[in-house]
């Protein structure tokens, strides 16, 4: 039995538990549980949650991931659509797929696939017109999914291939949180949610194994992500490389991870800067003395210092993965409380994020919190892409295509909100701005464009 001292937070219902306010005011719920002790119990239905508040707490469950092994109700969902990928095998799994996947990330790698960014961000933003109204985070999952492509496959997918990827990923995301709230037999039924989920699921899966197998047969090396998983063989396992399955699992999580947190961290930064044009046109002021009208290449990068930090503060406000879940292996402590084998345990970017404690004006959109000349938050109080030996092995390559897409995007054009239209977050399995309508201007600064050309990839 879990130890008696860990409170429970107020207000729970029969049989429901703290659902509700997870759907309703999810953010704000999860701002209110420090103040309730530093490990706080709530409910799913009959599920008991131990949500971790304390930072040194969340990185010792972070560090220990034996311990605190992958699982949990939306662990146990995303494995359905991902399997078990990098994200969601478990820790006895987790060494040797990272192992064979860093390599598709390593630094050498890295410019290649921004020259893919660059290209893909400046055909979806050259298809813009002066007074369009944009659906934002639609458009970002647009242009993050071409980029995904581009880089995964080699620009090899055919349009009407990607666009039923998108809208598969769409589905399945969707349905991955609603789904953490169902309990055996309701995932079950029939109904137009459920069969929709399950379509595009299985759609998923075959598309990638499909391609998977078309590559193996041509045996060509493409320079491209999925390349670098088949060539990939593990010196610690005799040479051993991925099945045919890791390799499909581990790319539905690199194309979820790649289109949706990215879309939702740009589709987020454009609402900022429309709402703080003292930053905005600070942000203007540099990518048009970086780029000169052109599109931001990676080479570009080390000299967009406000970008990368409007990126990082964009982040801490709105981390896309903004609760997950852990599995307790073996009966340990945590702080004060005893944890049995079987727990499951929470933690949240989000809420670690927003503590007054930690960061000055947590909810003041302050780029320059990051600026190296000024005193720093406390270490390892950043989480977006969480901690310890499961971070998230392509976060230099999500800060790279975050950066050059907020900067092409912002040298080109000038975004302000429709009336009417204010964006609110919407959590699901990542943390999405809805009703972001906004109208776009051609920036006069912006209208001489470089010529110097961009090579696309095929």
Request: with cysteine; glycine share 8%.
């Given at each position: ?204 899966r075959d598309t990638f194994d499909r391609i998977i197998a ?81 599109p931001a290449v990676h080479a570009d990068l080390p000299r ?86 499961r971070k998230c092995v392509g976060d230099t390559f999500g ?60």
């Open positions: 039995m879990i130890h008696d001292s860990v409170p429970t937070a107020p207000s729970a219902l029969p049989l429901l538990g703290h659902a509700l306010p997870l759907i309703r005011t999810p953010l704000a719920f999860v701002r209110s549980l420090p103040a309730h002790g530093e490990l706080v119990r709530i409910r799913l239905g009959p599920l008991a949650v131990m949500v971790i508040c304390d930072l040194d707490l969340t990185r010792q469950a972070l560090l220990d991931d034996r311990v605190f092994d992958k699982g949990g109700p939306l662990f146990d969902r995303m494995r359905e659509v991902l399997g078990d990928g990098l994200a969601t095998c478990p820790h006895g799994e987790h060494r040797r797929l990272r192992r064979l996947a860093q390599p598709a990330f390593h630094s050498a790698r890295l410019p290649g696939y921004a020259q893919a960014m660059t290209a893909r961000i400046d055909e979806v933003i050259g298809s813009w017109h002066a007074g369009q109204t944009l659906d934002v985070l639609a458009e970002m999952m647009t242009l993050t999914s071409r980029v995904t492509a581009a880089t995964m496959f080699s620009g090899t997918l055919p349009p009407t291939e990607q666009g039923q990827i998108l809208d598969d990923v769409t589905t399945v995301l969707n349905g991955v949180f609603w789904r953490m709230f169902l309990v055996p037999p309701l995932d079950r039924l029939p109904t137009p949610g459920n069969r929709s989920y399950e379509q595009a699921r299985a759609r998923l078309q590559r193996r047969a041509e045996g060509t090396d493409h320079g491209d992500l999925l390349s670098a998983l088949i060539a990939a063989h593990d010196p610690e396992d005799h040479g051993g490389g991925m099945t045919d399955a890791e390799i499909r699992d581990t790319i539905v999580t690199f194309f979820i991870a790649g289109t949706e947190s990215t879309a939702s961290n740009v589709a987020w930064a454009l609402d900022l800067l429309a709402r703080h044009p003292e930053i905005e046109q600070r942000l203007h002021t540099e990518v048009d003395a970086v780029l000169g009208g052109a967009l210092e406000l970008t990368g930090r409007v990126i990082t503060e964009t982040l801490r406000l709105y981390p896309p993965n903004w609760l997950f879940t852990r599995t307790v292996t073996a009966d340990t402590r945590l702080g004060g409380h005893l944890l049995p084998a079987g727990t499951t345990v929470a933690y949240s970017a989000y809420l670690i994020h927003h503590r007054p404690d930690l960061y000055d004006r947590p909810e003041v959109f302050d780029p320059d919190r990051w600026d190296p000349g000024r005193p720093q938050p406390p270490r390892h109080a950043y989480l977006p892409f969480s901690t310890g030996a800060m790279n295509e975050a950066t050059l897409a907020l900067a092409t995007i912002t040298a080109r054009w000038r975004l302000t909100h429709s009336p009417g239209h204010q964006a609110r977050p919407v959590p699901r399995t990542t943390l999405r701005p809805r009703g972001l309508r906004m109208r776009v201007t051609p920036r006069t600064t912006a209208g001489t464009r470089d010529p110097r050309p961009i090579e696309r990839l095929p």
